[in-house]
């Protein structure tokens, strides 16, 4: 059961509809998937429930996200920066 949520997750992550939201979720999802609390998985399937527009507009600071988002999105952020040029 388990394992179909992740494999579900991952493949929502990857196929977003917009390339760039398919570059920041999936290469997160993949790195840090498997190794997530139930309550983190909870928001990271809340995160994929989120229109790509809200999500690149809060990514890019153009809009605040909302607060229960705050905390995943400052590590998606970060995890995304640190990946920069390796794309």
Known sequence: MMQERLKR???RSWRRGTKE????LG????????GMSAQELDG???ILAEQD????A???????APDV????????LA???ARKGKI
């Open 53 to 56: 527009q809200d999500l690149m």
């Open 79 to 81: 995890f995304a920066e």
């Open 27 to 34: 290469p997160y999802a993949d790195a840090h998937l498997e």
């Open 9 to 11: 997750m991952k493949m």
């Open 58 to 64: 809060w990514i890019l600071g153009h809009k605040v």
């Open 44 to 46: 990271f399937e809340a």
């Open 69 to 76: 988002h705050l905390a995943l999105l400052a590590r998606l």
């Open 21 to 24: 939201m398919d570059l920041v």
